[in-house]
């Protein structure tokens, strides 16, 4: 089956300690990117990557690493978590930057 | 990206057809018209897109005017699982700016 799997998919840290989200597709898609969801602000972007090892700041970058080795597979970390990286993530993919996006199930964050 | 607009809320009863419009009237002649939706919480999902002409897929109808400055989606038999907030985004293909969201419209199905 198609999809985008992000783990995990809950999360509770305390400020500091350093995480990771997975992100991976089996579509073969060139680009993935990271959504932050909040209340009253939508969707927006984080990261996003063309391809491997090529990766690119979105609208909201502060606090956030990425990095692209494999293909199929675009991790999300936050060095030093901080309370306003609390958020609800996507993770989504696609054959090019702006054809139709297939996102993942959502990484709800919550730091302390 | 041409800006859209959308009612925020609307209700459409269970088994009812849902139409829910979008205006785009600054869309230009090779944006494309997207459709998503959001499910509490849940990941955007892809619905359908379109150019000029109307188009149909197994999870609803988009239905794009002449002029091209407004759009309708139609799911044709709404059920509860309907129930989400729906997106109207246009977009020019290439280049690799973010997709622009907005807020929606959110749809209840009701019993």
């Known amino acids: 089956e198609a999809q985008v799997t992000q783990n995990p998919r809950y999360l509770i840290t305390v400020t500091g300690k350093k995480l990771t989200v997975t992100c991976s597709q089996n579509m073969n898609h060139e680009y993935m990117s990271w959504y932050r969801q909040d209340p009253g602000l939508g969707l927006r972007q984080i990261y996003y990557s063309m391809n491997v090892e090529v990766t690119d700041k979105g609208d909201v970058p502060e606090g956030y690493k990425v990095s692209r080795k494999e293909k199929r597979n675009f991790p999300l970390i936050l060095e030093s978590p901080s309370p306003n990286q609390t958020s609800l993530y996507f993770c989504?993919?696609?054959?090019?930057?702006?054809?139709?996006?297939?996102f993942g199930p959502g990484t709800r964050l919550l730091v302390l | 990206d041409a800006k859209t607009t959308q009612p925020p809320s609307m209700d459409c009863a269970e088994g009812r057809a849902a139409n829910l419009p979008c205006n785009h009237s600054?869309?230009?002649?090779?944006?494309?018209v997207y459709w998503y939706r959001q499910i509490h919480s849940q990941g955007p999902q892809y619905i359908i897109h379109?150019?000029?002409n109307n188009e149909t897929n197994e999870m609803a109808s988009l239905i794009i005017t002449e002029d091209r400055k407004s759009s309708t989606l139609i799911l044709p038999h709404a059920t509860l699982r309907d129930t989400a907030v729906y997106y109207c985004i246009v977009i020019l293909r290439g280049g690799n700016t973010p997709l622009v969201f907005g807020k929606g419209t959110r749809l209840s199905v009701i019993a």
């Open positions: 379109g150019l000029k």
């Open positions: 989504a993919s696609s054959f090019f930057a702006r054809e139709t996006q297939y």
């Open positions: 600054t869309i230009s002649g090779n944006e494309y």
